[in-house]
């Protein structure tokens, strides 16, 4: 199907193809879908279906390395019969460099981290409502306010986080 589109015969692709990817990973997923958008099904099947993260499409930072490398691995096959075909770097097809003394490529697993470092080194607190301590687990990571510790974030109702 995919290939009817188009979609894997050169060696680069554009924006308007990984839509189309994208688009059928959420049909995937939610047959007869009209969300056309990874991040929105995810989020749609997070908090309508309580789906966990493992149930969850991929990101759109981690499907395009993904297809990015699916692309390049069509291009041998379909060079198969050549004897010197012309391919792109595995660089920047779903691979990087390690580093660059080695020359060792690693594969890029996505675009972007996870979740932002705030979120990251979240931790919930169990101070009283109102009165963080200043032992606090989230001061302790220069965290001030959270929605996980039991004064919600609310900078007004805890008097010492100030």
């Known amino acids: ?14 924006d308007d193809d990984e839509s189309i ?12 879908t009209i969300i056309q958008d990874t991040g929105k099904l ?27 490398r699916v692309n390049s691995q069509v291009l041998v096959w379909k060079s198969d019969g050549q004897s010197h075909p012309n391919l792109p770097s595995p660089i920047d097809c779903g691979w990087e460099e390690e580093t660059k003394d080695d020359k060792k490529i690693v ?15 979240m931790i919930r607190c169990g101070c009283a409502i109102s009165k963080c301590s200043y032992t606090c687990k989230c001061r302790s990571q220069l965290l001030r306010f959270t929605e996980l510790c039991l004064c919600g974030g609310d900078k007004g109702q805890c008097e010492t986080m100030t």
């Open 1 to 14: 199907m995919l290939e009817s589109l188009g979609i894997f015969c050169s060696s680069r692709f554009n």
């Open 21 to 32: 990817i994208e688009k059928f990973i959420c049909n995937i997923y939610v047959p007869s």
């Open 107 to 121: 594969l890029v697993m996505r675009t972007l981290h996870c979740a932002p470092e705030t979120v990251l080194r």
């Open 42 to 68: 995810r989020w749609w099947l997070f908090t309508k279906r309580d789906i966990e993260g493992s149930g969850l499409p991929p990101t759109r930072a981690a499907l395009t390395p993904f297809i990015k």
